[in-house]
């Protein structure tokens, strides 16, 4: 069974497992190195006032993460979101970003956010697709701004107008 939820402290864990996969193995952050578990919990204090951060569990276990963060500092950008979502790769493909993605959604709207903002690594297309079903829209491409695993990433933008 899959349960969507608020994320809480006992969840750090296996959030920063799957977040440090990602790191590893993967271009979808432009982390280098691992997070220490005192990383993940000072990430993790920034969530819930007025950002939310929610876990999907299977069957007890915890499948992957998803957030809603500022997106810039300053003060004209506080309705502006930017969304991250995170599977470990044993939940990959069976619907949990769909699940996860119409959640942060709602949430976003219901926080009286106006804009998410997705930044997607150049060559991930099923994130590309995930985003557009929701109704995302391409708005823009920075070239070559990470360099990872050797090669220059680019970082296509895709945008959601809530309001």
Do not use: C
Not at 56 to 82: H, M, N, Q
Not at 105 to 113: A, D, L, P, T, Y
């Amino acid at each position: 069974m899959t349960v969507i939820r608020k994320a809480n402290a006992a969840d750090i864990p296996a959030m920063n497992d799957i977040y440090n996969q990602a790191v590893l193995d993967t271009v979808a952050t432009f982390d280098l190195n691992p997070h220490t578990i005192e990383q993940r919990t000072d990430w993790f204090s920034r969530y819930q006032d007025r950002y939310p951060l929610f876990t999907a569990e299977i069957d007890g276990e915890v499948a992957g993460y998803g957030s809603l963060s500022p997106f810039r500092d300053k003060e004209a950008y506080k309705d502006t979101v930017e969304l991250s979502i995170y599977l470990s790769p044993r939940f990959q493909g069976n619907g949990l970003g769909k699940k996860m993605m119409n959640v942060l959604i709602e949430e976003g709207k219901k926080r009286g956010f106006h804009t998410i903002i997705s930044g997607i690594t150049g060559g991930n297309e099923v994130s590309v697709r995930l985003h557009e079903r929701f109704g995302f829209e391409f708005v823009g491409n920075f070239k070559e701004v990470g360099h990872k695993f050797g090669e220059w990433q680019d970082v296509h933008f895709y945008q959601l107008i809530l309001k």
